[in-house]
């Protein structure tokens, strides 16, 4: 059973940066690929990226595209989200997933890709 651990949240203005970090445990977590989310006061939870088990794939959101860079750190069993030039309407709980399947050669917005979860981290942007 994988543990998965968000930090990095804020309050920030529009046009400013955050750093989000997923930190895990309790698996290995160099051979699945990990996602990110989020859920917007009064919405659904949507994807906004993923990177493959290795890091060699990332797949973004059209929202998220140009704007956010998602990577990952196997050595540290950490992943990031680098978000710049924020607007208010990336405010939402942010979450961190991992993949249910080990080596996964694809990756996806499905949520129901992955099985474990995080906690979430609050991002607020001002205007």
């Known amino acids: 059973q994988v543990q998965l651990v968000e930090s990095g949240g804020g309050l920030v203005q529009a046009g400013g940066s955050l750093r989000l970090s997923c930190a895990t445990s309790?698996?290995?977590?160099?051979?699945?690929?990990m996602g990110w989310f989020r859920r917007a006061p009064g919405k659904e939870r949507e994807f906004v990226a993923a990177?493959?088990?290795?890091?060699?794939?990332?797949y973004y959101a059209s929202s998220a595209k140009g704007r956010f860079t998602i990577s990952r750190d196997n050595t540290k069993n950490t992943m990031y989200l680098q978000m710049n030039s924020l607007r208010p309407e990336d405010t939402a709980v942010y979450y961190c997933a991992a993949d249910r399947t080990i080596y996964r050669s694809s990756l996806s917005s499905d949520d129901g890709q992955y099985g474990s979860w995080g906690q979430g981290t609050q991002v607020t942007v001002s205007s």
């Open positions: 309790g698996r290995t977590f160099s051979g699945y690929a």
């Open positions: 990177i493959g088990w290795d890091g060699g794939m990332t």
